[in-house]
């Protein structure tokens, strides 16, 4: 009989001791939090909206659109926003591409980014050289490339313009694959069916 009530306590003591421990645990998970930065600006912690601006036809009729996500992958933070921004390494995924037609999203993604090599993600760093110009390094298809910019700062928001010329990135055929799949719908007035190589970038951070 002794022994019996020892084995029932044993069991009841070890229960209680795994209960306990399992919500030691469980409080430890619930009360952990993310570190927030505590710059004065941060880009990870601001609104950032990179809105490009494709043409079309020979009479370049404009085609806008948007990439939803861009990560800061280093840098970022300052005690000014010129400091954030400066050396700030960033990547894009080009799955995030957004132009309110999802049909023209797919074509995108598949007949111009598809056909490049290593572009799941466009990637880069951003120098600021003076009060009104910059530059960004830009990855895409294997080929970096150095993109000058124009930048202002009002209040607590950077604007930045820029153009760039994907034939740069050694993009012609991602160029001419989206053309021809796009064919109808790029041909103007004249009857010729025509994709742009240019594309202005219009970025805005708010902090």
Not at 112 to 122: D, I, R, Y
Request: charged letters at 20%.
């Amino acid at each position: 009989m002794k022994n019996v009530t020892y084995i029932i306590l044993t069991l009841v003591l070890s229960l209680n001791f795994t209960a306990c421990k399992s919500e030691k645990k469980n409080n430890t998970e619930n009360t952990s939090t993310v570190k927030k930065s505590t710059a004065a600006y941060s880009l990870k912690e601001a609104t950032n909206k990179i809105n490009f601006t494709a043409y079309k036809t020979t009479e370049k009729v404009p085609v806008g659109g948007q990439f939803k996500t861009v990560n800061i992958t280093s840098g970022g933070e300052g005690n000014t926003i010129k400091e954030a921004i400066n050396n700030t390494e960033f990547s894009i995924p080009v799955s995030s591409i957004f132009t309110k037609d999802s049909s023209r999203d797919f074509k995108i993604k598949k007949f111009f980014f598809g056909v490049m090599e290593q572009t799941k993600l466009l990637s880069g760093k951003l120098i600021i050289e003076n009060d009104s110009i910059g530059y960004a390094n830009i990855k895409m298809n294997g080929v970096t490339e150095k993109v000058p910019f124009t930048y202002t700062i009002t209040n607590k928001t950077f604007a930045m313009k820029a153009s760039m010329d994907v034939t740069n990135w050694n993009a012609t055929k991602a160029l001419a694959s989206l053309n021809k799949v796009c064919e109808a719908l790029h041909t103007g007035a004249d009857g010729v069916s025509k994709t742009w190589s240019d594309v202005a970038l219009n970025i805005t951070s708010e902090f």
